[in-house]
């Protein structure tokens, strides 16, 4: 079974520019998140979906930062425009859904340089 | 103060060793204590998740939770080479959805 795939692996861009991730969650996976990780920490959530729905996006920068998951499968992230501080890795997870504690499975994640 | 707090290493042990991976945290409300290992350049992938207080065992993969002391830790008996990588502690709340991860300890184990 194929696991979770994002696109692209790498991406290096000039700050100010506009720059968009894909991700391919698992066949059958209800649920989608899309994390943050920087360079020596953990994963910091961005937003989650259920289905095509939005349940938690909080800790999204509104301002510069959108995503959508057009018919509950595939998601886009994007930032428009690019800062230097969003040099990050760009986790995509998905579970089952439904349950908190659903494990997820995450993608290999979209490295991301902003110069 | 972060919710949770980890050692971020690096850890450098020889084949064979016990490798003890701890983590503190603040909020007596987490019920779920979780451990995910990531490889360089790979997502996290889930080891272990235990609920409560208590020990748990998967294999050469020991996990405990003292609450009372807001205490995690992860233990790997006959630590191989292949088991070098980043290692996340990870908490939830009851009836959360959110994650909150810890910063990650970095274990190199050396042959």
């Known amino acids: 079974e194929a696991g979770v795939v994002q696109s692209p692996r790498y991406k290096i861009i000039e700050k100010k520019q506009p720059v968009a991730f894909w991700c391919n969650p698992i066949?059958?996976?209800?649920?989608l998140y899309w994390y943050l990780q920087n360079l020596g920490q953990g994963p910091e959530l961005l937003i989650r979906?259920?289905?095509?729905?939005?349940?938690?996006d909080s800790q999204l920068p509104k301002d510069r930062f959108s995503a959508e998951r057009l018919k509950g499968v595939d998601s886009t992230l994007k930032i428009q425009p690019a800062e230097l501080g969003d040099s990050a890795v760009y986790l995509c997870?998905?579970?089952?859904?439904?349950?908190?504690?659903?494990?997820?499975?995450f993608g290999p994640g979209t490295r991301l340089t902003v110069l | 103060q972060k919710e949770v707090e980890q050692d971020p290493g690096p850890l450098s042990v020889p084949e064979g060793a016990i490798v003890s991976l701890n983590c503190t945290y603040s909020?007596?409300?987490?019920?779920?204590f979780m451990w995910y290992r990531q490889y360089s350049r790979k997502g996290p992938e889930l080891l272990m998740y235990t609920y409560s207080s208590g020990n748990k065992e998967d294999g050469r993969f020991t996990a405990q939770v003292d609450k009372s002391s807001k205490y995690i830790s992860l233990f790997i008996r006959d630590s191989q080479p292949s088991d070098s990588a980043t290692y996340l502690c990870?908490?939830?709340?009851?009836?959360?959805?959110?994650?909150?991860f810890g910063a990650g300890t970095r274990l190199f184990v050396k042959a």
């Open positions: 066949s059958g996976h209800n649920t």
């Open positions: 979906y259920e289905n095509e729905e939005a349940v938690d």
């Open positions: 909020n007596s409300a987490f019920q779920y």
């Open positions: 990870a908490m939830m709340y009851t009836g959360g959805f959110k994650t909150i």
């Open positions: 997870a998905s579970s089952l859904g439904g349950r908190a504690l659903d494990e997820q499975f």
